[in-house]
């Protein structure tokens, strides 16, 4: 029994310590690696809840007003859109606020065709930890 005890009080203490290292270190990340995160937890995601924790509050509260129909249907366009290679080219930090310029590698189904994929976004700090807030792609098509 009092062996069963401290077991018990080894995991609790354990899964603190542990949750602590993971808040320490989300609030030490710098925008960049918040965003990369971000990517790679949505390139996976099966549903918008998987991401909501590293969205800002605005973003969330745009989610929750979404219609309860449409949340899937838009979640699923938003990760078929999302470029699969991403580099972060510039990170300016102002204070709380922080933007992204990114590029995006793609690769046209037509070999006479270049496109130019640029992306900014946007992050807040909010409980000590940057947040997405706005991601914004845009794509330039030229045919040779």
């Known amino acids: 029994m009092a062996f069963e ?4 009080r080894i995991i609790v203490v354990s899964a603190a310590l542990f949750t602590s290292v993971c808040v320490a270190q989300a609030e030490d990340n710098t925008p960049k690696e918040t965003y990369l995160h971000y990517r790679t937890a949505l390139l996976s995601a099966k549903s918008i809840d998987d991401v909501r924790s590293m ?3 605005r973003t969330n509260d745009e989610i929750e007003s979404t219609p309860k129909e449409m949340k899937s249907m838009m979640f699923d366009v938003i990760k078929a859109m999302a470029p699969k290679t991403v580099q972060v080219l510039a990170e300016e930090v102002n204070a709380d606020n922080a933007t992204l ?4 590698k793609t690769e046209p189904d037509n070999a006479k065709v270049t496109e130019k994929t640029t ?3 946007t992050l807040v700090k909010e409980g000590g930890s940057w947040k997405i807030d706005r991601e914004k792609w845009n794509t330039k098509i030229e045919a040779r």
Do not use: E, F
């Open 119 to 121: 992306g900014t976004v």
């Open 101 to 104: 310029t990114l590029t995006a």
């Open 5 to 8: 005890k401290t077991c018990k």
């Open 55 to 57: 969205l800002s509050k």
